[in-house]
C-alpha cells in the first residue's frame, strides 16, 4: 500500500516536470523560431496562402500540381492511402490518374511521367514533388499562361532545393512556393 | 539515388559513433558517478524523493523491484484512462475534442503505459492538447524509463558476483528521465521547433489557398511531442500520418534527427553494458550480432522500395524514384525503407511512410523486426529481449557440448531456462493465435455485433493476402509493442481495441517480469570463476550461436504466417 501511494505522488511531481516544465521551455524557445512556432506561413500581396510545410491541392491547369492526396489535403486528417502493392481497386485509382494526366497535358507520352504524381504520399500532405515531376509540366503551364517555356523552367531551376549538405537525400521543389513565384511573373 | 544511398549509410554511421560516448555517459549515470547534469538535477530528484516518501538509496531484491515497477504503471493506466474519457471537458481543448469511448481509452491508456503506441484514433480529432501532454507525451518519458530501469537492473544482477539486492527502482527510473531522456529531447525539440515544428497551444488556423479554396490546419504543441515519442522508442504520433506528416518531421534534417533520436539510446545501452560491466568484448559481440541482423533485414527493405513495383510499371509510367505509393519526396525511398526498419527492430513504431503501401518483401522483413524484437530493441526492453535468447544460446551450448551451462559465472539451471523458454515462446503464441482467430473470423465474414459495426470483412482495407498481412502486422506490432501499423485495418472497434489491448499488456510485463526474475535468480547463485571448460560468451562462436538461436525460433515460429501473407503477395507480384 505504501508502494502506490509513493507512487501515486512520485507521477504527480514527476508530470510537473515532464508534461509542463518541458512543453513550456520547449513553447518558450519556440518563440525565437520562424513565426513563433505557429508553423510557417507564406504569404501573397500580404494575403496568406498557405502553410509553407503543407501541401494544397492544385487542379488548375496555370499552376504546378501537387501529388494526389488520400485525404485530399485535409490538414486536419492526415493519412495515405493504406492501399497494398497488388490491390486491383488501387491499381485502377493509378490508371484513372494516368488517364487524367495526359488529358491535361497532350503533348507528354505516359513514359515520362514520375509515378510519384500519380500515387498518393504518406502524410496526404506531401508539399514537394521532383523536379523531374516539376519539369513534364512545363509545356502546360506555358501554354495555359502563354508565356516562354524557357521561363518556367527558369523558376524550376531557381526553385530546386538541393540535397542536404549538398549531397545526402532527393532534389526538392515546394510546389506552393513555386506557384505562389508563378504567379509573380510578369 | 547515390544522394539517398549515401544519407542513410552516413546517418547509421554517425548514430553509432556517437551511441559510444554515450553509452559510457550512460554507464556513468547508472553507477554513480559524477555527471555534467549533478548540480541541476540532484536537488530536483531529492524533492521529488522527499514528496514521494521514497529512500532511493534503499537496495531492493528483484521481488522489491517488479513490485515497485509494476504499482506506478498502474497508477498510470487509471491516471490515463481517466484523462482519455475526460478530455472533452477537460481544459486545453481548442478543437473541441471528444472524450474516447471506454474501449478505445482503454487501448490507448495500455498502449502509451507499455510504450507501444498502437493508435487507434487521430491525433488532429481523437485527443484534446491536454491529453497529447499530460495523458501521453508524459508517458513517453516514464514507460521509456521503466524499461530502461528494468535493463539496469538485469546489468546489475550480471556485475556482481553474488548478491542478493541490485539497486534501487526509483533510483534507475527517475535517473533515465532526468539525465538521459529530458536533456536530450530539450536539444531535438529544439532543432525541430527551428526547422517549421510547431510548438504552440493555439488550435486549428483556417486559410484560403492559392486556388481560392478554404482550408483548415490542425496545430499544437508538436516538437516536445515528438522529441520524447523518439528518444524514448515510443512511437506515437502526433498527428494522425505520424512523422510523415510534414509538420512532425518537415525535411530531410529533421528526418534523419528522428531516425538518430530513435537509434541512439538503444545504441548506446549496448555499449553501456559494456562500460557497465567493464566488459567490452561482450558488449561488441552483442553488437555485432544485433548489427548483422539489422542489415539483413535492412538492406532488401531498401532495394525493394528503390526497384519499385512491377504493378506500376506495367501501366507504363516511370519510377526513377522507386515505390512512392505512401512516401514523401523530401525523404525518398531509401530513408523511407531504412526508417520502416529501423522503427521495427527498435519498437519504436512511429513511420515516416505508410508500411501498409510498402513492398511485400518490405512487409515481411517489418515485420521479421518485430518478430524478433531483439536487433537494438526498444529502450531498455530490447537488451532484455536478448538476454533471453542468451539464455537459450548457453543452455543449447551446455546441451551439445554436455556441460552445466553457465553465464558470467553463473550456473543456468532448469529454473531459469523454463522462464526463458516461457518468455520466447509467449511472443509467437500471442501473434499466431490472435492472427489466426481474426482470420478465422474473417474467412467466414462473422456478423460482429457489438464488437465491430458490420461483418468481419469489413475491417479489412486491402483484399487478399494483403488482407491477411494487415491482421498479422496489428498482432506482431501489438506483441512487439511496437505500435506501427498497417493502417488501413479498421481497428477503432471493441474488438481490435480490446484484444490488442491484452496482447499488449501480457507481452509488456512478462518479457519484463522473466528477465528480471531470471536475472535475480542467477545473482542469489555462487560466483564461480571462470576456467578452461567455461563457454566464453563473448566469442564469435557464441555470437553465431546466439544468433542461429534467434534464427530458428522467429523462422520455424513465424515462417508459414510470413508465407500466407507478405510472401504469397510478393510472389504473385513478381510472377
Same mark, same amino acid.
Given at each position: 500500500?505504501?508502494?502506490?501511494?509513493?507512487?501515486?505522488?512520485?507521477?504527480?511531481?514527476?508530470?510537473?516536470?515532464?508534461?509542463?516544465?518541458?512543453?513550456?521551455?520547449?513553447?518558450?524557445?519556440?518563440?525565437?523560431?520562424?513565426?513563433?512556432?505557429?508553423?510557417?506561413?507564406?504569404?501573397?500581396?500580404?494575403?496568406?496562402?498557405?502553410?509553407?510545410?503543407?501541401?494544397?491541392?492544385?487542379?488548375?491547369?496555370?499552376?504546378?500540381?501537387?501529388?494526389? %492526396?488520400?485525404?485530399?489535403?485535409?490538414?486536419?486528417?492526415?493519412?495515405?492511402?493504406?492501399?497494398?502493392?497488388?490491390?486491383?481497386?488501387?491499381?485502377?485509382?493509378?490508371?484513372?490518374?494516368? =488517364?487524367?494526366?495526359?488529358?491535361?497535358?497532350?503533348?507528354?507520352?505516359?513514359?515520362?511521367?514520375?509515378?510519384?504524381?500519380?500515387?498518393?504520399?504518406?502524410?496526404?500532405?506531401?508539399?514537394?514533388?521532383?523536379?523531374?515531376?516539376?519539369?513534364?509540366?512545363?509545356?502546360?503551364?506555358?501554354?495555359?499562361?502563354?508565356?516562354?517555356?524557357?521561363?518556367?523552367?527558369?523558376?524550376?531551376?531557381?526553385?530546386?532545393?538541393?540535397?542536404?549538405?549538398?549531397?545526402?537525400?532527393?532534389?526538392?521543389?515546394?510546389?506552393?512556393?513555386?506557384?505562389?513565384?508563378?504567379?509573380?511573373?510578369? | 539515388?547515390?544522394?539517398?544511398?549515401?544519407?542513410?549509410?552516413?546517418?547509421?554511421?554517425?548514430?553509432?559513433?556517437?551511441?559510444?560516448?554515450?553509452?559510457?555517459?550512460?554507464?556513468?549515470?547508472?553507477?554513480?558517478?559524477?555527471?555534467?547534469? =549533478?548540480?541541476?538535477?540532484?536537488?530536483?530528484?531529492?524533492?521529488?524523493?522527499?514528496?514521494?516518501?521514497?529512500?532511493?538509496?534503499?537496495?531492493?531484491?528483484?521481488?522489491?523491484?517488479?513490485?515497485?515497477?509494476?504499482?506506478?504503471?498502474?497508477?498510470?493506466?487509471?491516471?490515463?484512462?481517466?484523462?482519455?474519457?475526460?478530455?472533452?471537458?477537460?481544459?486545453?481543448?481548442? #478543437?473541441?475534442?471528444?472524450?474516447?469511448?471506454? =474501449?478505445?481509452?482503454?487501448?490507448?491508456?495500455?498502449?502509451?503505459?507499455?510504450?507501444?503506441?498502437?493508435?487507434?484514433?487521430?491525433?488532429?480529432?481523437?485527443?484534446?492538447?491536454?491529453?497529447?501532454?499530460?495523458?501521453?507525451?508524459?508517458?513517453?518519458?516514464?514507460?521509456?524509463?521503466?524499461?530502461?530501469?528494468?535493463?539496469?537492473?538485469?546489468?546489475?544482477?550480471?556485475?556482481?558476483?553474488?548478491?542478493?539486492?541490485?539497486?534501487?527502482?526509483?533510483?534507475?527510473?527517475?535517473? %533515465?528521465?532526468?539525465?538521459?531522456?529530458?536533456?536530450?529531447?530539450?536539444?531535438?525539440?529544439?532543432?525541430?521547433?527551428?526547422?517549421?515544428?510547431?510548438?504552440?497551444?493555439?488550435?486549428? #488556423?483556417?486559410?484560403?489557398?492559392?486556388?481560392?479554396?478554404?482550408?483548415?490546419?490542425?496545430?499544437?504543441?508538436?516538437?516536445?511531442?515528438?522529441?520524447?515519442?523518439?528518444?524514448?522508442?515510443?512511437?506515437?504520433?502526433?498527428?494522425?500520418?505520424?512523422?510523415?506528416?510534414?509538420?512532425?518531421?518537415?525535411?530531410?534534417?529533421?528526418?534523419?534527427?528522428?531516425?538518430?533520436?530513435?537509434?541512439?539510446?538503444?545504441?548506446?545501452?549496448?555499449?553501456?553494458?559494456?562500460?557497465?560491466?567493464?566488459?567490452?568484448?561482450?558488449?561488441?559481440?552483442?553488437?555485432?550480432?544485433?548489427?548483422?541482423?539489422?542489415?539483413?533485414?535492412?538492406?532488401?527493405?531498401?532495394?525493394?522500395?528503390?526497384?519499385?513495383?512491377?504493378?506500376?510499371?506495367?501501366?507504363?509510367?516511370?519510377?526513377?524514384?522507386? %515505390?512512392?505509393?505512401?512516401?514523401?519526396?523530401?525523404? *525518398?525511398?531509401?530513408?523511407?525503407?531504412?526508417?520502416?526498419?529501423?522503427?521495427?527492430?527498435?519498437?519504436?513504431?512511429?513511420?515516416?511512410?505508410?508500411?501498409?503501401?510498402?513492398?511485400?518483401?518490405?512487409?515481411?522483413?517489418?515485420?521479421?523486426?518485430?518478430?524478433?524484437?531483439?536487433?537494438?530493441?526498444?529502450? *531498455?526492453?530490447?537488451?532484455?529481449?536478448?538476454?533471453?535468447?542468451?539464455?537459450?544460446?548457453?543452455?543449447? %551450448?551446455?546441451?551439445?557440448?554436455?556441460?552445466?551451462?553457465?553465464?558470467?559465472?553463473?550456473?543456468?539451471?532448469?529454473?531459469?531456462?523454463?522462464?526463458?523458454?516461457?518468455?520466447?515462446?509467449?511472443?509467437?503464441?500471442?501473434?499466431?493465435? *490472435?492472427?489466426?482467430?481474426?482470420?478465422?473470423?474473417?474467412?467466414?465474414?462473422?456478423?460482429?455485433?457489438?464488437?465491430?459495426?458490420?461483418?468481419?470483412?469489413?475491417?479489412?482495407?486491402?483484399?487478399?493476402?494483403?488482407?491477411?498481412?494487415?491482421?498479422?502486422?496489428?498482432?506482431?506490432?501489438?506483441?512487439?509493442?511496437?505500435?506501427?501499423?498497417?493502417?488501413?485495418?479498421?481497428?477503432?472497434?471493441?474488438?481490435?481495441?480490446?484484444?490488442?489491448?491484452?496482447?499488449?499488456?501480457?507481452?509488456?510485463?512478462?518479457?519484463?517480469? *522473466?528477465?528480471?526474475?531470471?536475472?535475480?535468480?542467477?545473482?542469489?547463485?555462487?560466483?564461480?570463476?571462470?576456467?578452461?571448460?567455461?563457454?566464453?560468451?563473448?566469442?564469435?562462436?557464441?555470437?553465431?550461436?546466439?544468433?542461429?538461436?534467434?534464427?530458428?525460433?522467429?523462422?520455424?515460429?513465424?515462417?508459414?504466417?510470413?508465407?500466407?501473407?507478405?510472401?504469397?503477395?510478393?510472389?504473385?507480384?513478381?510472377?
Amino acid at each position: 500500500m505504501k508502494t502506490l501511494f509513493s507512487a501515486i505522488r512520485l507521477t504527480l511531481v514527476s508530470m510537473v516536470l515532464f508534461a509542463v516544465v518541458y512543453p513550456l521551455l520547449i513553447t518558450g524557445i519556440a518563440q525565437l523560431a520562424p513565426n513563433h512556432g505557429k508553423g510557417e506561413i507564406i504569404q501573397l500581396n500580404g494575403k496568406t496562402v498557405g502553410y509553407q510545410k503543407l501541401g494544397q491541392s492544385f487542379t488548375n491547369d496555370k499552376y504546378f500540381w501537387s501529388r494526389p %492526396s488520400a485525404v485530399g489535403y485535409n490538414a486536419t486528417g492526415s493519412a495515405g492511402s493504406n492501399k497494398g502493392p497488388t490491390n486491383a481497386d488501387y491499381l485502377a485509382t493509378v490508371q484513372a490518374r494516368i =488517364d487524367t494526366f495526359l488529358v491535361h497535358n497532350p503533348k507528354i507520352e505516359k513514359s515520362q511521367i514520375p509515378s510519384e504524381l500519380v500515387t498518393a504520399s504518406g502524410s496526404g500532405l506531401d508539399p514537394d514533388i521532383s523536379p523531374a515531376s516539376a519539369r513534364i509540366q512545363i509545356k502546360r503551364i506555358a501554354d495555359a499562361r502563354k508565356i516562354p517555356e524557357v521561363k518556367v523552367m527558369a523558376l524550376i531551376n531557381s526553385y530546386t532545393q538541393k540535397p542536404l549538405l549538398g549531397i545526402f537525400g532527393p532534389e526538392t521543389i515546394n510546389v506552393l512556393e513555386l506557384n505562389v513565384a508563378l504567379d509573380g511573373l510578369k | 539515388m547515390n544522394n539517398e544511398i549515401s544519407g542513410i549509410i552516413a546517418l547509421f554511421v554517425v548514430t553509432l559513433l556517437l551511441a559510444i560516448p554515450f553509452g559510457k555517459y550512460m554507464a556513468k549515470v547508472y553507477t554513480g558517478e559524477q555527471t555534467f547534469f =549533478d548540480p541541476v538535477f540532484n536537488p530536483v530528484e531529492k524533492l521529488f524523493y522527499r514528496i514521494s516518501g521514497i529512500d532511493a538509496s534503499q537496495e531492493m531484491n528483484w521481488k522489491q523491484h517488479l513490485t515497485a515497477l509494476l504499482s506506478i504503471n498502474f497508477i498510470w493506466f487509471l491516471l490515463s484512462m481517466f484523462i482519455l474519457m475526460n478530455q472533452g471537458w477537460l481544459p486545453l481543448n481548442p #478543437d473541441g475534442n471528444p472524450s474516447m469511448s471506454p =474501449d478505445l481509452a482503454f487501448n490507448t491508456a495500455i498502449s502509451f503505459v507499455v510504450n507501444c503506441n498502437l493508435q487507434h484514433y487521430s491525433g488532429e480529432t481523437g485527443v484534446s492538447y491536454l491529453t497529447q501532454l499530460i495523458g501521453l507525451m508524459y508517458l513517453h518519458f516514464v514507460s521509456a524509463a521503466t524499461g530502461m530501469a528494468a535493463c539496469v537492473i538485469v546489468f546489475n544482477a550480471m556485475r556482481n558476483r553474488q548478491a542478493e539486492k541490485l539497486g534501487n527502482f526509483y533510483n534507475y527510473f527517475l535517473k %533515465s528521465c532526468t539525465r538521459i531522456l529530458l536533456p536530450l529531447s530539450i536539444i531535438v525539440s529544439a532543432l525541430l521547433v527551428f526547422n517549421g515544428t510547431p510548438m504552440t497551444f493555439e488550435g486549428k #488556423d483556417t486559410i484560403t489557398t492559392l486556388q481560392g479554396d478554404s482550408m483548415k490546419v490542425s496545430r499544437g504543441p508538436v516538437a516536445a511531442f515528438v522529441a520524447i515519442k523518439h528518444l524514448g522508442t515510443n512511437g506515437g504520433g502526433f498527428f494522425g500520418a505520424n512523422s510523415a506528416h510534414p509538420l512532425e518531421n518537415p525535411n530531410y534534417f529533421t528526418n534523419a534527427l528522428e531516425m538518430f533520436s530513435q537509434m541512439i539510446i538503444p545504441l548506446a545501452f549496448i555499449f553501456a553494458l559494456g562500460y557497465y560491466l567493464k566488459r567490452k568484448k561482450l558488449a561488441w559481440t552483442i553488437f555485432g550480432v544485433m548489427t548483422v541482423g539489422f542489415l539483413s533485414l535492412t538492406i532488401p527493405t531498401v532495394i525493394a522500395e528503390i526497384n519499385g513495383s512491377p504493378a506500376i510499371q506495367h501501366l507504363g509510367v516511370v519510377q526513377p524514384t522507386g %515505390s512512392m505509393e505512401g512516401k514523401e519526396v523530401r525523404f *525518398g525511398t531509401a530513408a523511407s525503407a531504412y526508417w520502416s526498419i529501423a522503427t521495427t527492430v527498435i519498437s519504436t513504431g512511429s513511420v515516416n511512410s505508410m508500411h501498409d503501401s510498402s513492398m511485400p518483401l518490405s512487409g515481411a522483413m517489418q515485420m521479421l523486426g518485430m518478430m524478433i524484437n531483439a536487433f537494438y530493441g526498444g529502450c *531498455g526492453v530490447g537488451i532484455l529481449n536478448y538476454y533471453i535468447f542468451i539464455i537459450l544460446g548457453v543452455f543449447i %551450448s551446455g546441451l551439445m557440448v554436455g556441460r552445466t551451462p553457465e553465464f558470467l559465472g553463473k550456473k543456468v539451471e532448469a529454473r531459469e531456462v523454463k522462464i526463458a523458454a516461457i518468455i520466447a515462446i509467449l511472443h509467437p503464441l500471442l501473434i499466431l493465435v *490472435g492472427s489466426a482467430l481474426a482470420a478465422y473470423l474473417t474467412a467466414n465474414d462473422t456478423p460482429m455485433g457489438w464488437w465491430f459495426n458490420g461483418n468481419a470483412t469489413g475491417w479489412l482495407n486491402n483484399p487478399g493476402y494483403h488482407g491477411f498481412s494487415e491482421m498479422l502486422y496489428e498482432y506482431t506490432s501489438s506483441a512487439a509493442n511496437n505500435g506501427s501499423g498497417f493502417e488501413g485495418l479498421g481497428d477503432n472497434n471493441p474488438f481490435w481495441n480490446i484484444t490488442t489491448g491484452i496482447v499488449l499488456l501480457l507481452s509488456r510485463f512478462l518479457p519484463i517480469i *522473466g528477465p528480471v526474475a531470471i536475472a535475480g535468480l542467477l545473482a542469489n547463485k555462487k560466483y564461480i570463476p571462470a576456467s578452461a571448460g567455461t563457454l566464453k560468451t563473448d566469442t564469435s562462436t557464441f555470437a553465431i550461436m546466439t544468433l542461429a538461436v534467434i534464427g530458428i525460433i522467429a523462422a520455424l515460429s513465424f515462417f508459414p504466417a510470413l508465407a500466407l501473407g507478405p510472401l504469397a503477395e510478393h510472389f504473385t507480384l513478381f510472377k
